[in-house]
């Protein structure tokens, strides 16, 4: 059974500050993606990364993906209000998309000025 | 494009009713799914699609039933709703015979059982 888990479940931190939020998982696979959601909202698709080393960058998000430690990171660079929410990591485990996307239980992030 | 659409928004039902959650898409994903989200449980996998006419279950199936008669369209039905089905619901859509199968997800669903 494939395991997500995220770390820290919670995350209070002021602005200008960087931070790293990962997220582990139990079983090989080589996709992983983070989502953004706003209260209230649905989710929306931060990064996709296909392939062991992957990184990618959009603004002050930064994802990384490590395929042999079963390890990608989310990093907050400068880290300003806008960026409150509550993200999420999910694993593709079957590769092709086809069973689903296993998610961590999220990460709820706080910007305070 | 609208992408993908759900309805209703928001539902209120009685313990036993049944009811249809729509899920529709407009961009030939070939897969569908549908997934509930509870506070601190992430979101789990009920049921999925992978084409026309062939559906699987997923991590918490029970209590639900799915359809898959045309490519755009992806009904939840909820048979006779308890209490631990009240829940938001999210339907997402993706490619599958071509990368990067990223899920797009729809506004959501909020459902309450009483």
């Known amino acids: 059974e494939l395991k997500v888990e995220q770390n820290p479940l919670f995350l209070s931190m002021q602005e200008g500050k960087n931070y790293t939020i990962y997220c582990n998982y139990s079983t090989t696979s080589d996709r992983l993606y983070w989502y953004r959601q706003d209260p209230g909202k649905s989710l929306e698709s931060l990064f996709v990364l296909l392939s062991n080393g992957a990184v990618k960058q959009e603004g002050r998000l930064m994802a990384s993906l490590d395929t042999k430690a079963r390890l990608s990171t989310l990093h907050i660079t400068a880290a300003v209000h806008d960026l409150s929410a509550t993200y999420f990591c999910a694993v593709d485990l079957s590769g092709g998309g086809a069973d689903g996307l296993t998610f961590g239980k999220g990460t709820h992030l706080i910007i305070q000025p | 494009n609208a992408g993908v659409t759900q309805t209703p928004k928001f539902q209120v039902l009685k313990t036993g009713q049944s009811m249809t959650l729509q899920c529709a898409q407009d961009?030939?994903?070939?897969?569908m799914s549908w997934y509930r989200q509870d506070p601190g449980m992430g979101l789990r996998l009920i049921h999925y699609s992978v084409g026309a006419g062939i559906t699987d279950q997923g991590e918490v199936p029970n209590g639900y039933n799915v359809s898959r008669s045309t490519t755009e369209d992806f009904p939840l039905r909820l048979l006779s709703a308890a209490p631990s089905q009240t829940s938001v619901y999210f339907c997402?859509?993706?490619?599958?015979?071509?990368?990067?199968?990223?899920?797009?997800f729809g506004p959501g669903t909020r459902l309450t059982v009483t």
């Open positions: 997402a859509s993706s490619r599958l015979t071509s990368g990067p199968y990223e899920q797009y």
């Open positions: 961009m030939n994903h070939e897969y």
